[in-house]
């Protein structure tokens, strides 16, 4: 069991920034797969990114060129650095983990117009 807790979210405007944290109550370094999903009202969740041990990345279509994934093993923490926010980007952002089925308890962000 590892215990995920995620930080950072607020309200901005849109076009600004915002960077949230995930801490694992635990080593992340065995850890292959880490990732950021998000779920807006009446949706359902959705995928953001992910970031390998390897420190490769992928992105959602939707997210490309203005988020970025990192992490950090030294401090069990992932980060997701999101810039030139949108209205549409308003959800709960989860940090997850490949391979288990633990959730955090989210982190609101809400983009004004």
């Known amino acids: 069991q590892v215990q995920l807790v995620e930080s950072g979210g607020g309200l901005v405007q849109a076009g600004g920034s915002l960077r949230l944290s995930c801490a694992a109550s635990?080593?992340?370094?065995?850890?292959?797969?880490m990732g950021w999903y998000r779920q807006a009202p009446g949706k359902q969740r959705e995928f953001v990114a992910y970031?390998?041990?390897?420190?490769?990345?992928n992105y959602a279509d939707s997210v490309k060129g203005r988020f970025t994934i990192s992490r950090d093993n030294t401090k069990n923490a992932l980060y997701l650095q999101m810039n030139s926010l949108k209205p549409e980007d308003t959800a709960v952002y989860y940090c997850?983990?490949?391979?288990?089925?633990?959730w955090g308890q989210g982190t609101q962000v809400t983009v004004s117009s």
């Open positions: 997850k983990i490949w391979g288990y089925t633990d």
């Open positions: 635990r080593s992340i370094f065995s850890f292959n797969t």
């Open positions: 970031a390998t041990k390897d420190a490769r990345t």
